[in-house]
């Protein structure tokens, strides 16, 4: 009987050893920059870059230049584990809040009900249509 108890005790812990790992399949672990709105785009336009880390953890991050007098400014927000969908919120961009469908290829902006956003600011320049989906295949082109 105490053999059974030990076993059903170390199966027990070895389930709630496993809870703090992230649940959902992980899109991707690394770093991945995007820009999902670039019908804003101009001299001082942000770079946004969104990390995913082996245990789940989202951090979004930015960078600014301002073309007028060359001053950076930064920002990086911890958004907690992987889900769904992901909010982000800038304080240095006076608590500018995102929310964010990370996928495999691409990254998509939504409302916080998970509705993908459709904007005029989400088209690029030459495009000829009133509103495009706000979503960006990732560049890993950059690094900063």
């Not at 301002?66 to 919120?89: L, M, P, R, S, W």
């Not at 409302?111 to 690029?124: I, K, P, T, V, Y």
Request: aromatic fraction near 12%; include cysteine; hydrophobic fraction near 35%.
């Amino acid at each position: 009987m105490v053999l059974v108890m030990r076993a059903l005790l170390a199966l027990i812990l070895f389930v709630l050893a496993g809870c703090d790992q992230p649940t959902k399949k992980l899109p991707f672990i690394g770093k991945r920059y995007f820009e999902t709105r670039p019908g804003v785009s101009g001299t001082g336009t942000p770079h946004k870059k969104v990390e995913i880390k082996e245990n789940g953890e989202v951090i979004f991050s930015f960078s600014q230049i301002n073309q007028a007098d060359k001053t950076e400014t930064t920002g990086k927000y911890h958004a907690g584990q992987f889900k769904k969908i992901v909010k982000c919120v800038f304080e240095e961009w006076d608590n500018d809040t995102s929310y964010y469908e990370i996928t495999k290829d691409k990254i998509y902006e939504t409302d916080s009900a998970g509705n993908r956003l459709m904007l005029d600011e989400c088209c690029g320049l030459s495009a000829d249509v009133p509103v495009c989906s706000c979503e960006d295949e990732y560049d890993d082109s950059q690094y900063w």
